[in-house]
C-alpha cells in the first residue's frame, strides 16, 4: 500500500490571477503560513504539486515535542505548542492532536546525564522537565522489559495524527479565504527589478507581491532554478504501524532503537529511535563541505549506500523555463521504499522491550524524505537581493512538532509584523554570511 492514508482533500477548481501571496508547498509549514496570512486579510494561493500532506508531513513519528530540541528552536517550539492546544477549534478539523507527554529513556548514565544537562534549556522558561526512573519509570511505562538507568520526562510534549493534521490546516485556511490548489505546480518565480511580482505554475502566471517556499525535499531543487543557494539534502526515513494494542504506554517513548507513539486509532507508530539512510546523490558531494560537521556528529545513526537514487537524481534537470514541464510534475508525490532492514530491527527491539506488542500486527509501513540542513536548523527566513521571496524549509525531522510556530514566524517576516520569537538563527544567510555553522544538541 503506497503511502499513508490521508484526509480526502478536494482542489478548489480555479487558479485566481492574482493575490497577494503564493505559497509554495502543501505540508505542515505551507498549510500553517497559508492559514495565518489568510487569517490577518491577506489574499492566499496555495499551491501543492501533489497532494496535502503527501510527503514528509504525513510520513513523521507524529510527534509534538520540545525534548531533546536544539536550544535554538525552543522559544518557537514553545510558541508552536500553544498553537496546537487550540488548533482544531481554529481549523473546524480534526488533528488529533492531544498533549500525553515525551520519554527519552536513557540506558546508561552517560545518556542521563546529557538529558539531565539538556532539561537546564528549560529553566529559564519555567516548563516542567524531569528526570524519571523506578516506580516512577513503570508507571509512565507499564509492561516494559527494557532495562533503563531513567528517562527524560517532558508532560508538556503531545502528539498528533500527520495523515490528518496538514489537511485539517489547509481545509481552515481555506476557511479564512485562501485559496488552495493541488496537482497544480509552481514551476518558477517571476521577478521585475528584482522583487517578486509572480510565479509560473503549470495551469498559468499567477501575479503575486510575495511568495514562501515551504517545498519540503523539494527546497533546494525550486530555489536553485530561481538562483538561490540553499544547502539542503535528504535522509530516509522508516516509518510502520501496527494494530491496535491494548495497555501500551500513553507517552511517546524514543529509545536508542526504536522509537514508538499511540495512534488514535489505538495502534503504535513505530520507528527507529536513531537510523536513518543516506542515499548517496550528487548533492551529497557538491555540499560535503557545508555538511561535514553534520557529518561529524551523526555519523553513527546514519546508514550509507548507493542506491537507484543517484541515477534518478543525476538525470533531474536542475534549470528550466516556466514554459517547460518540471521535476515537479513528473513526480506528484515522493514516496520512497522504506528500509526493511529498519522496519525488521525497530519492530523487534521495540516488541522485546514491550511484550504485549508481540500480539499487534505490522499493517502498513512507508518511507519519507527528511529536509536537512547542514546544522540541523530549519530556514524561516526572507531571502537577500529578491524583495518578496522567502523560504520555509530544512526542519530536519523536527518540522511536524513545530509547523503551527513556523507558519506563524513566517507571517510575521511576509506582512512585517513583530516576529514571534528572534527569527535570526533561523536566516538563510547564516550559510554564506561567514557565520560559524555548528549542530548545538544542547548538553
Known sequence: MPGPQLTPFV??????PRVDVVVIGGGIVGTSTA???AERGLSVLLCEK???GGEQSSRNWGWVRLSMRDPREIPLMIEALRLWEGLDARVGGATGYRRAGILFTAADTKTFRQQERWAENLRPYQIEARMVSGADLDGLLPGRQIGLK???HTPLDGRAEPQWAAPAVAEGARAAGAAVLTGCAVRAVDLAAGRISGVFTERGRVACEAVVLAGGAWSRLF?????IALPQLKLLNTVMRTSAVEGGPEVSVWADRFALRKRADGGYTVASGVENTCDLVPDSFRLMRAFLPALF?????????????WREEARMPRRWAPGDVTPFETCRVLDPA???KVLKSCWAEAQRAF?????AQMLQSWGGMIDVTPDAVPVISAVEGMAGMHIATGFSGHGFGIGPGAGRLMADLVTGAAPVVDPTPFRLSRFSDGSRVTLDKGF
Request: charged share 20%.
Open 35 to 37: 492559514l495565518e496570512l
Open 223 to 227: 530555489a536553485g532554478n530561481a538562483g
Open 338 to 340: 522504506p528500509s526493511e
Open 297 to 309: 556528529h551523526e555519523w553513527s545513526s546514519l546508514s550509507f549506500r548507493l542506491s537507484g537514487r
Open 50 to 52: 501533489g497532494e496535502i
Open 11 to 16: 482542489s478548489d477548481p480555479d487558479l485566481p
Open 355 to 359: 511484550p504485549l506488542l508481540q500480539g
Open 150 to 152: 531513567g528517562a527524560l
